[in-house]
Structure formats: structure tokens, C-alpha cells
């Protein structure tokens, strides 16, 4: 480093080179090998050039410097993957700890092997992963904020109520209208989710992203999970034990109607929709106060910019 920084002193200009002083506050270090004009003189006679010779630093200063303020913002900054690991391994865990105690036959009030929908009934819903996705939405809104809140937070809460209007004006108004049997009828209500929860992408698109990540991430090991159950007939709410008979189908168009779709399209959009609709209200609550205090905390850390 030290050999760097003494070669690109060489190349600097004559009145640096004659000045040790001045190429210490310049570069950093004192030069060694310079003229024997005294100090006094030296910075006399350069001291109209510190900002000009500042201006002119060697390239290589220049390139470094901004290296090192792109590190330590990049450090700062939020990565997807990272933000959802926690949330997704969570939910992992909680599915698992689900499918086990099914399995054992452990209290059939937390572990009912009942299948259930988006209503909770009971408390075997708790030992679940869908309740989580409104506490998630908090969670990553607010670590988003600082750096990638959404551009008009008004707009994301009406985007997110938006979401659920849609969702609640087909579910009493056009649903029953529809005259298709099972499981037909399972298309129209996948839509209905997924609708809405795509507007979410418009409002805030940095926490429909993070959203989608973490539903894919907690949803594709339910659709394994179901595979299995279904396959081997395990007896638990996974492959919808105890269920009317038209439930009762082959196996692979079982498993696409009942397990593959429903969790990768409804239960993902149940997820980003609820995510986005405590998400956007938390930051519009708390967000933008936590953004200022961030903000200013990174701005002393990096000393603005290098």
C-alpha cells in the first residue's frame, strides 16, 4: 500500500514533490526523497494550490476512495436472500414441527389434523405458517425503509386496501355468480388472490419483491411436504384426510388441484397481500422516522461519502 501510494506521489506535480508537508496533508504520508526548499517558503508558495492540487489527485486516490464509500454502502445496504433467510427458516421449522406432531398424533388441539382455510378456527392455526405473513410484512417493511421505501407511502396503503377490495368484492359479489363446478371453480378463487396481490408490485415494489422471495421460500417446502403426504396417505391435513369425496381423485391431478397451485398461487398471494397491507401501515406509522434515524446514523459511520 505504501509502495502505491509513494509511486503516485512521483507522478504528482513539481510543487508537491518540493513540499514534504503539503503532500502529507494531500496524499496522506510524508514524501521522503524531495527538494531542500525550506517549509516556510514551500507552503507560501503553494498554499493557492491546495484546492487545484486536490482536485488533481492520481486517478488510482480517486477510483479507491470511491471503492471503498461503494463497500461501505453496499455493507449498508438491505440484500433480499439475507432478509428473508430468518422468516423462511422459521417457517420451516414451524411446518415441520407441524407435520411431526400430525404424524405422533400429539393433542389434537394444536395439531388437528383438520383441513382449515383462511379463517382460523381453533388453535391448531397457530402451530401454522400462515399467520406469520402479516408479521413478516412488518418486519421487512421496516428494514426496507431506510433504503428502498416506496416512493409515495399514501400510495402504498391505498394499493394494499386497494388489494383487499378486490379480493373481498369477488369473495361476496362475483364468486357466488359463478356457476362451475369442482374444481373448476378452484381457478377463479387462485385469481382472485393473485390479482390482487400483483397490484402490490405497483405501490411498494421493494417489499412486493421481498414478499414473493419469502412466500416462495415458505411455500415450496409445504408443496414437498404435500407430495409426500399425499402420495403415501399419511393421514394428516396435508393431504386433506377425512375430506368429501370429491377430494378423492388420482394421485397427479390431486396433487396439482389441491397441493401445487394452491400453495404457489393462492397462498402466495395470501401472503404477499396480507405482507403488503400491515407492511405499508407500519411504515407509514413508524417508517419514516426510522428512515431519518438510519440515515443519519450511516452518515456519520461514512463519514458522508468518504
Keep these: 500500500m505504501h509502495a502505491r501510494i509513494a509511486a503516485g506521489t512521483r507522478g504528482a506535480s513539481k510543487n508537491e514533490l518540493n513540499c514534504p508537508a503539503l503532500t502529507l496533508v494531500i496524499y496522506g504520508i510524508p514524501q521522503l526523497d524531495q527538494a531542500s526548499e525550506s517549509p516556510t ?39 433480499t436472500a439475507r432478509l428473508i433467510l430468518l422468516p423462511a427458516l422459521i417457517s420451516m ?12 398424533h400429539w393433542s389434537s388441539r394444536w395439531f388437528s389434523t383438520d383441513t382449515g382455510g383462511i379463517v382460523p378456527d381453533g388453535v391448531s392455526w397457530v402451530i401454522g405458517i400462515s399467520w406469520m405473513a402479516p408479521l413478516f410484512g412488518i418486519y421487512f417493511a421496516l428494514r426496507l425503509a431506510p433504503e428502498h421505501g416506496p416512493a409515495n407511502p399514501a400510495k402504498a ?62 411455500r415450496v417446502p409445504v408443496v ?29 391431478p390431486r396433487f396439482f388441484w389441491l397441493a401445487f397451485f394452491p400453495q404457489l398461487i393462492f397462498w402466495v398471494g ?3 397481500l396480507t405482507g403488503a397491507l400491515t407492511g405499508t401501515l407500519a411504515y407509514a406509522i413508524f417508517g419514516k422516522r426510522l428512515s431519518r434515524r438510519l440515515t443519519a446514523q450511516s452518515a456519520v459511520i461514512l463519514g458522508e461519502g468518504v
Design 270 to 272: 395470501f401472503t404477499i
Design 157 to 218: 396503503v391505498g394499493w394494499s386496501l386497494a388489494g383487499v377490495f378486490v379480493l373481498l368484492s369477488f369473495r361476496y359479489f362475483l364468486l357466488p355468480k359463478i356457476n362451475t363446478g369442482f374444481p373448476r371453480i378452484l381457478i377463479f378463487i387462485w385469481l382472485a388472490m393473485a390479482g390482487p396481490a400483483l397490484l402490490q408490485a405497483i405501490g411498494w415494489p421493494a417489499l412486493f419483491k421481498t414478499l414473493l422471495t419469502y412466500a416462495l421460500a415458505a
Design 224 to 252: 414437498m411436504v404435500m407430495f409426500f403426504a399425499l402420495r403415501g396417505e399419511w393421514g394428516t391435513h396435508y393431504d386433506y384426510v377425512g375430506m368429501p369425496a370429491e377430494f378423492q381423485m388420482p394421485f397427479w
Design 41 to 79: 517558503r514551500c507552503f507560501r508558495k503553494s498554499a493557492n494550490q491546495v484546492v487545484s492540487d486536490r482536485r488533481e489527485r492520481p486517478e488510482w486516490i480517486e477510483q479507491a476512495g470511491g471503492s471503498m464509500a461503494e463497500s461501505a454502502s453496499s455493507q449498508g445496504s438491505v440484500s
Design 93 to 104: 421449522a414451524v411446518t415441520t414441527l407441524r407435520l411431526v406432531g400430525e404424524l405422533q
